[in-house]
């Protein structure tokens, strides 16, 4: 019987990378979009056309509560187990303190903490049933201090923090760990100038910025290591030190 694993915000990027990472090992994949419709029917047809009925899409908001149930209860039934919860997706944009708003955090901590959490509740007894393993992608930035993204960082600090308070409570059958990129990709719909990325990467020990493959074979890494829970895996390039 195939494994499966379900990755929020799963029709790009690093999301996307994962999700064709596990393909290739044969696992049944959830990919969970939002908005990237089209996308990720493209991500879907592209494995199933290699591993036919494999890969499965469900939409949802993760600042809707309603559709956080949608996709918890969808989820369940499309394939006989839930292995790997991979809670990927996420908003990211600067909140400077002069100008927050109820709307920004709403999004910034559906997205980012509250959905994922719920996503874990709604989740947990059928990850139980398969000795499941729960990754939450973080960011390697936060123990700095990050000036005008207050909400963000506490969103991913919280994400941080029931990381470890959950690896407790849902051991010993699930492990829960959380990997930390640093800078992989320049952010959604953004692109830096030489001058920018030589910036970034000057802060950056291995001299070079990451990519999605480094995110997808930490998660691998982790999912594989049954004896690592509540733990922050950096993946940074030494950024962090
Ligand atoms: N890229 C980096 O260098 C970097 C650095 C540090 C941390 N990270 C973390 O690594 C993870 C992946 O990074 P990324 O750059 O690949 O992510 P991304 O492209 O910024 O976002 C991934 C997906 O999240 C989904 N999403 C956003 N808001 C949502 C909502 N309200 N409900 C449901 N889905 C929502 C979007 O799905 P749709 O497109 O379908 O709407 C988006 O495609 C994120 O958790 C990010 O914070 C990345």
């Known amino acids: 019987m195939n494994k499966t694993i379900l990755i ?10 994962i999700a064709l990472t596990y393909s290739e090992l044969g696992w049944n994949i959830i990919i969970h979009y939002n908005s990237s419709k089209k996308d990720a029917e493209k991500l879907a047809e592209k494995i199933n056309s290699k591993n036919p009925n494999t890969a499965k899409i469900i939409q949802a908001n993760l600042d809707i509560d309603s559709e956080v149930s949608k996709l918890i209860d969808e ?3 499309l394939f006989d187990t839930i292995d790997i919860l991979v809670n990927n997706a996420s908003t ?9 708003s109820n709307d920004h955090w709403q999004n910034l901590i559906g997205s980012n903490l509250k959905g994922p959490l ?5 989740l947990k007894d059928k990850l139980k049933e398969s000795n499941g393993s729960i990754i939450n ?3 390697t930035n936060l123990s700095k201090g990050v000036a005008n993204f207050s909400i963000y960082t506490a969103a991913k ?12 409570e849902l051991a010993p059958e699930i492990t829960v760990n959380a990997i930390a990129p640093g800078a992989m990709l320049e952010p959604p719909d953004v692109e830096w100038t030489e001058e920018q990325k030589e910036k970034v990467i000057a802060n950056i020990p291995l001299k070079k910025m990451g990519s999605e ?5 930490a998660v691998k890494f ?4 049954k004896y690592i829970t509540g733990q922050i895996i950096k993946v940074d390039g030494g950024r962090s030190l």
């Open 118 to 122: 719920f996503l874990i509740h709604g």
């Open 137 to 139: 992608i973080t960011d």
């Open 213 to 217: 493959k480094d995110i997808a074979q």
């Open 92 to 100: 990211f944009y600067p909140t400077p303190i002069d100008n927050i």
């Open 157 to 168: 600090g919280g994400l941080e923090s029931i990381t470890k308070g959950l690896a407790r």
């Open 8 to 17: 929020t915000g799963a029709a790009k990027r690093i999301g996307k990378e």
């Open 75 to 77: 989820s369940k039934k």
């Open 222 to 225: 982790v999912a594989d290591a």
